[in-house]
């Protein structure tokens, strides 16, 4: 703690308030859980944001960082980086893109994919370049992606936002024919929307969207920065959809906790980008890179995924279960294991509830409980959380 300047006697947090946060402190994790400074466990059902989905501290990542601590941290991409240049060969051979950029976190790959977006239309088309984006949307916190962003509560206080984005309404069919203008030169969307409440975006609506899309010579870009790396039961979302996006962005599950996003770009989109156009100092560093590849590694020589997919349904199977049972459950909705309990009461107040049973979970919005288990997670341990859940439920109702 420091002293307030204005205030000497009172004493102030060093850290801008950014974040409100729970009264825990965690100082170690395993595989689904984590320990508080006390000495409590728990049961870690967030994956710090759907970004440790192999589990806390994994054996195989590691094991990879650790070798790569002993050899070299950093260097910068005016080297070539052999760690960088294997995850990406393994994210294209996996994925339907050609080519990889790497950054550090979700926000700067939407970042890259709006300018490289922009820079596409430049050579084809030039002058003022439009994407469209949805409503509930999140992409990030810079100015770029908060412009792109559907959520005017996130934008309040910002102004002025970034030109060039429009914003439809999400899963809306009719919408869809506003597409294109003039300017329009990319789409950019989430195909389960996270943080805006867990809402996965209707089969249909995503084709007819790619459709357009191929027409009309725009950019598909999907935000996998929260649907990827496995979280809903395929490496990417977009395999579920039966598309072929043009740009996806990665972040959080990517590193397993080490910060590294990237964009996976077809070769015709990737080719607007040259020497001096775009670029990060950390962006794919040799520790996050070895973070990365042994991750992907992972994630696609293992049954991992596919284990994922099946405890998503076990874990979706026994929430209705539970929904049949507590009127206060509305819904629950989700793709594997990125799931959301819609709930007539306050989130938080499960949220809280579950805390206090040595339970971590999430909020998607006021009335959304987020539930983000580890694709690492077992048939016990969701038996276990869902007990817990129970027990959370009958408290409320005997409130
Ligand atoms: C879909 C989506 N896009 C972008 C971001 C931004 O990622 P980051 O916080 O790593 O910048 C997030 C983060 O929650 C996200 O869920």
């Known amino acids: 703690m420091v002293s307030n300047t204005l205030h000497p006697t009172i004493e102030v947090s060093p850290l801008i308030p950014t974040y409100k946060r729970f009264p825990i402190t965690l100082v170690k994790g395993k595989g689904s859980y984590v320990w508080d400074e006390e000495g409590n466990e728990y049961l870690d059902f967030t994956s710090g944001i759907a970004t440790c989905n192999l589990g ?4 195989v990542v590691k094991e990879s960082v650790e070798e790569q601590l002993q050899a070299l941290w950093h260097c910068s991409n ?13 994210l294209v051979k996996h ?14 790959a939407n970042e890259a994919a709006i300018k490289l977006a922009r820079r596409y239309f430049q050579k084809i088309k030039g002058g003022e370049a439009e ?3 949805f409503t509930q949307s999140f992409h990030g916190r810079t100015m770029g992606t908060l412009s792109a962003t559907g959520q005017e509560n996130i934008q309040q206080g910002f102004a002025p936002l970034l030109s060039g984005f429009r914003h439809l309404p999400f899963n809306d069919f009719e919408a869809l024919e506003q597409i294109p203008t003039q300017k329009t030169c990319a789409v950019l969307v989430e195909l389960v929307q996270g943080e805006g409440g867990v809402i996965p975006a209707d089969i249909r609506w995503v084709q007819r969207l790619e459709e357009i899309c191929k027409e009309n010579d ?22 579920q959809y039966g598309i072929e996006p043009d740009v996806i962005s ?21 080719e607007a980008f040259g020497p001096g156009n775009h670029g990060s100092t950390f962006g794919g560093n040799p520790l996050s890179a070895s973070a990365g590849l042994a991750t992907v590694n992972h994630l696609v020589t293992s049954d991992r995924i596919n284990e994922a997919f099946i405890l998503g349904h076990y874990l979706k199977e026994k929430l209705e279960e539970l929904k049949d049972e507590f009127a206060e459950i509305k819904e629950v909705r989700g793709k594997g294991l990125l799931l959301g309990m819609v709930v007539s009461c306050d989130a938080l107040s499960i949220v809280e509830k579950a805390r206090e049973k040595k339970v971590l979970l999430l909020t998607a919005g006021p009335n959304v409980v987020r539930i983000l288990p580890p694709l690492t997670t077992s048939k016990q341990e969701i038996d276990s959380f869902v007990s817990i859940l129970k027990c959370v439920f009958d408290i409320l109702d005997r409130a």
Do not use: W
């Open 56 to 59: 806390h501290v994994p054996d």
């Open 78 to 90: 005016l080297y070539h980086i052999p760690k960088q240049e294997e995850l990406a060969a393994q």
């Open 95 to 108: 994925s339907c893109g050609d080519q990889v950029f790497f950054c550090n976190s979700g926000a700067e």
């Open 131 to 133: 994407i469209v984006t």
């Open 218 to 239: 725009l950019i598909l870009m999907v935000d996998e920065i929260q649907t990827g790396m496995g979280r809903t039961g395929t490496l990417f979302a977009y395999e």
């Open 250 to 270: 990665i972040a959080k599950g990517l590193g397993s906790g080490f910060p590294i996003g990237a964009i996976i770009a077809k070769e015709k989109v990737a």
